[in-house]
């Protein structure tokens, strides 16, 4: 393993570094210049650095940091440095871990291995970080690893599709992977947000109409179902569909026919419907707003995009992906984010999930005036920020995935005992862990 040493010519204190070897392999560096080069040419794993401002500028440390996300960097301070705020900011934002002078090997040891191991794990949660996956998609947490499993095996039949889940989850996303995967790959794919249109237009919209069909009606208009011949048509806020407009959207899945306002004569339009939605569709079904029959035409095959809040570290893996996209349009020297923005946008609930991550990346990048961007320049000042709003159901839904774990937790991961403790079949308890995106927490059956 690779290590490197920020030092000054006189520093006499580091002679424990020197213990390290042979298991690492150390490099000096005496200057910035030196440590840049290492950086780029050998890649080290750990960098211990002295945090002194005669030697090196801080501001000059804190860009190199900043370009150098996957290294793991110790300071090396006395105890009076620590007294300067500039270098407690340094330290708390960009290390992983910091010694005092003089240095204890065995200590240095230790906190040498813990960072080299750390290093390993933010290394294979940043895998890909500057691309997205083949459909399309940022994710390495296990809710995105079932949700793209699944995403494949719902590209390779041509049935209709649920695409449920919160709103700024991505659906249209997840909508174009299935087109781009699908064996209409090659045709149109057609977005239609069906809360966004007006309920006057919204019926001209989807099926089209004939000249003189109303007032206004100069000329014939091909609806966006029949523009989607050959390919995919992704009816985006289904559950807001008129019960008239839902008849209608029956009849073409049951019969691939739609009639254009206006001519009562059918037209016959081979497209596969891909629909979404954030509210509980059989809810609707039972309160009597949605048609029964038209959601179990829908809901043939279900995908469901997990919420940002339960993607773990993929919260700083999109932040990374975006920060790499639109690069362009920040300020003069910002070089990534901060350790404290990094745990601040791992606390934060997002209620406005991926494209709230976004937007507030896209702020900061522009208004952030240092070179890493920290909690205040996303807006998440813990001192600032507002109480979340919850609603029942995220409550309900919260309150429902704690009992599963706090059953699994106390029955050692045991199905069968976790299911006789919350009082339901162990069928159920696999339908909540699939839910919930469990699986991966070890469950297993009664020996």
């Not at 200057?31 to 501001?59: C, G, K, M």
């Not at 330290?91 to 390993?120: I, K, S």
């Not at 179990?296 to 996209?325: K, W």
């Not at 919260?398 to 919350?422: D, F, I, K, M, P």
Request: aromatic share 4%.
């Amino acid at each position: 393993m690779r290590l490197a040493v920020l030092q000054g010519a006189g520093d006499t204190g580091l002679v424990a570094v020197d213990a390290l070897r042979p298991e690492w392999d150390v490099q000096r560096c005496a200057n910035l210049n030196e440590l840049s080069a290492a950086l780029h040419e050998r890649t080290p794993q750990v960098v211990l650095f002295r945090a002194d401002e005669a030697l090196v500028p801080l501001e000059s440390l804190e860009g190199l940091v900043a370009g150098s996300p996957l290294v793991q960097w110790i300071a090396l301070v006395t105890p009076e440095e620590l007294e300067d705020p500039r270098v407690r900011r340094l330290v708390a934002q960009t290390c992983t871990d910091y010694q005092t002078l003089p240095l204890d090997a065995v200590r240095l040891r230790h906190t040498v291995g813990h960072a080299a191991g750390m290093g390993r794990l933010r290394a294979r949660v940043m895998e890909g970080v500057t691309s997205p996956s083949e459909l399309g998609l940022v994710g390495a947490s296990p809710v995105m690893l079932k949700l793209m499993r699944g995403l494949e095996k719902v590209a390779a039949v041509d049935a209709p599709v649920l695409v449920h889940g919160e709103t700024g989850t991505g659906k249209e996303l997840v909508a174009r992977a299935i087109h781009a995967r699908s064996s209409r790959r090659r045709g149109p794919f057609v977005a239609v947000n069906c809360g966004a249109l007006p309920p006057t237009l919204i019926h001209s919209e989807l099926f089209g109409h004939e000249r003189g069909a109303f007032t206004g009606a100069a000329s014939r208009r091909i609806g966006r179902i029949e523009t989607a011949r050959g390919g995919t048509v992704f009816l985006d806020e289904i559950g807001d569909l008129s019960a008239e407009l839902q008849s209608h959207l029956l009849r073409f899945l049951e019969e691939s026919t739609i009639e254009r306002l206006g001519n009562g004569d059918p037209i016959r339009v081979d497209a596969r419907v891909i629909a979404a939605t954030h509210v509980d569709l059989e809810g609707a079904v039972a309160e009597g707003r949605f048609r029964e029959d038209l959601y179990y035409r829908l809901n043939v095959l279900r995908l469901d995009t997990p919420p940002l809040r339960e993607r773990g570290d993929d919260i700083e893996l999109l932040a990374r992906f975006f920060f790499q996209r639109y690069r362009s349009e920040s300020a003069p020297g910002v070089r990534g984010f901060s350790r404290e923005a990094i745990a601040a946008m791992q606390q934060h609930p997002w209620p406005g999930n991926v494209r709230e991550l976004l937007n507030r990346v896209r702020r900061a990048l522009v208004m952030s005036e240092r070179r890493l961007i920290g909690a205040a320049d996303l807006g998440l000042d813990r001192r600032a920020r507002p109480r979340r709003q919850e609603t029942l159901e995220r409550a309900r839904i919260a309150a429902e995935r704690e009992a599963v774990l706090g059953s699994l937790r106390a029955n050692r991961n045991n199905v069968t005992r976790a299911a006789q403790q919350l009082g339901v079949s162990r069928v159920t308890l696999y339908r909540l862990l699939d839910k919930h995106g469990l699986r991966s927490h070890g469950a297993a059956e009664a020996q």
